[in-house]
């Protein structure tokens, strides 16, 4: 069985939020349980959202909030089957196949 995780529980790694400290415990009770977890293409960039509404609300001082940005590929290196292939941060899946990199505009 496979399970998606949300943004929000890989940012409770690293924001003190009411549930933080369940965080890890979930994603160890699913590993243990033999469950898939996968992570959605934008989940890096959900976190940093997440983070910069924290900074925002005044939760989080932008120093504390930079150091959790550089934490967020290992994050999900460590708590999903996606491993960062280059500090792009774009990711390989199970598939071996890479995320598509972000697109960029000219004018």
């Known amino acids: 069985m496979s399970t998606v ?20 415990q979930k994603i ?8 898939e977890l996968l992570a959605p293409v934008l989940l890096e960039y959900e976190i940093t959202a997440i983070l910069r509404r924290t900074v925002f609300a005044q939760w989080l001082t ?6 959790a940005i550089g934490k967020i590929p290992s ?8 491993r960062p292939i280059h500090t792009s941060g774009r990711f ?3 598939t ?4 598509p990199k972000p697109m960029t505009h000219t004018t």
């Open 5 to 24: 995780i949300d943004a929000d529980l890989i940012a409770a790694l690293v924001v003190p939020f009411s549930y933080s400290d369940q965080a890890p």
């Open 28 to 35: 160890v009770a699913w590993k243990r349980a033999g469950r």
């Open 62 to 67: 932008t120093d504390l909030a930079a150091e």
């Open 75 to 82: 994050l999900i290196a460590n708590a999903c089957h996606l």
């Open 92 to 94: 390989v899946g199970p």
């Open 96 to 99: 071996g196949l890479a995320t």
